[in-house]
């Protein structure tokens, strides 16, 4: 852990290399993005999804979905994976996730032909169907825009309450850039499952959720220290120095929980590798790098736009912002 000792970064002086390296990973996933597209889960587009288990000889996944297209004349993804830990002993070794994404479900009549067909293609494998999971292109549609409808309705709701729990430094510009700083967030979480091909699920929206209220939660403790530190120094104090300040004095606090956050969801990233579990890689691993980057944009997003908010505010009522200083607490005061 970081010890308690005061810290003199100018955040808001060196906020445009901050900006710069944000834009420089949301370019990266622009250009993936456009390049390889957008993975969706079946929740969201449609389709169907059936998970086998087996064993026995080594399987090829492009030999696995020729047979699976043949039988059901889909267009057809196919997951492989070990399946390490077992509940029950009679499933194989390994695991098989044939995905059809589209408007036609896939029908009993033709899940049994598949299962016949693949049993007739790897006869020394055993496969047994787990699971299958149908979902219609417009339930999947509308989950999706309920999700983002949650969202939007969220980022509201927290713009007023910031708005009114600290309107006595500007509130609503408070408000706004905090949501425009968790909409980094959001942004980068959305760049991590571009860059590494995870596809837009469920663990997507969990990991968002997650952020947003770890984000919103370090920012606000920001926020807070700015009001108190106001109070003490008054109007005369510019409001560069006190965010500078104010960021500064957090930043044991802020860093501290962020290792011991981050720690804790490694842990379970390593042993869900080690494992093979694949369903826990796919919500820690996002939500480790929003946790970084969470602390990231709490420290160098949020205050830094606040302030060129303020000063564009301050031009055009006529008041003269004081360059930049360090503006120190009595001793005694705690962080």
Not at 52 to 77: C, F, H, M, P, W
Not at 243 to 259: A, G
Request: net charge positive; hydrophobic share 45%; aromatic share 10%.
């Amino acid at each position: 852990m970081i010890k308690h000792h005061d810290f003199h970064i100018n955040f808001i002086r060196n906020k445009k290399y901050y900006f710069i390296f944000s834009l420089i990973i949301i370019f990266i996933g622009l250009v993936f993005n456009i390049v390889f597209g957008t993975k969706m889960d079946i929740k969201f587009t449609g389709g169907a999804i059936v998970h086998y288990s087996y064993s026995g000889e080594t399987i090829s996944a492009d030999n696995l979905r020729q047979v699976v297209e043949s039988s059901t004349g889909k267009t057809a993804t196919i997951s492989l994976s070990q399946n390490l830990v077992t509940a029950n002993e009679n499933d194989g070794k390994n695991n098989a996730a044939v995905e059809f994404s589209g408007n036609e479900a896939l029908s009993i009549d033709g899940q049994n032909a598949l299962n016949e067909a693949i049993n007739k293609a790897y006869p020394d494998s055993g496969f047994q169907l787990k699971e299958s999971t149908s979902v219609d292109p417009s339930n999947g549609r509308s989950f999706f825009l309920k999700c983002m409808t949650a969202l939007g309705l969220a980022s509201v709701l927290m713009i007023i309450y910031i708005a009114l729990r600290f309107r006595k430094i500007g509130g609503w510009s408070a408000g706004v850039m905090a949501v425009v700083s968790l909409l980094h967030d959001v942004v980068i979480i959305y760049v991590t499952f571009i860059l590494f091909g995870m596809k837009i699920d469920d663990n997507f929206i969990a990991v968002v959720l997650t952020i947003i209220g770890y984000s919103l939660n370090d920012t606000i403790i920001i926020y807070d220290r700015i009001r108190e530190n106001r109070k003490l120094y008054g109007p005369k104090a510019s409001t560069p120095d006190i965010v500078n300040l104010s960021i500064n004095q957090t930043l044991n606090r802020t860093i501290n929980t962020t290792v011991t956050t981050a720690l804790a969801i490694a842990t379970v990233l390593v042993v869900s590798l080690i494992f093979n579990v694949t369903s826990v890689v796919a919500f820690a691993f996002p939500m480790l790098v929003g946790i970084v980057f969470g602390c990231y944009s709490t420290i160098c997003i949020a205050g830094p736009l606040w302030v060129m908010w303020k000063n564009r505010e301050n031009k055009k009522l006529g008041i003269i912002a004081v360059s930049y200083t360090h503006l120190t607490l009595p001793t005694n005061r705690e962080v």
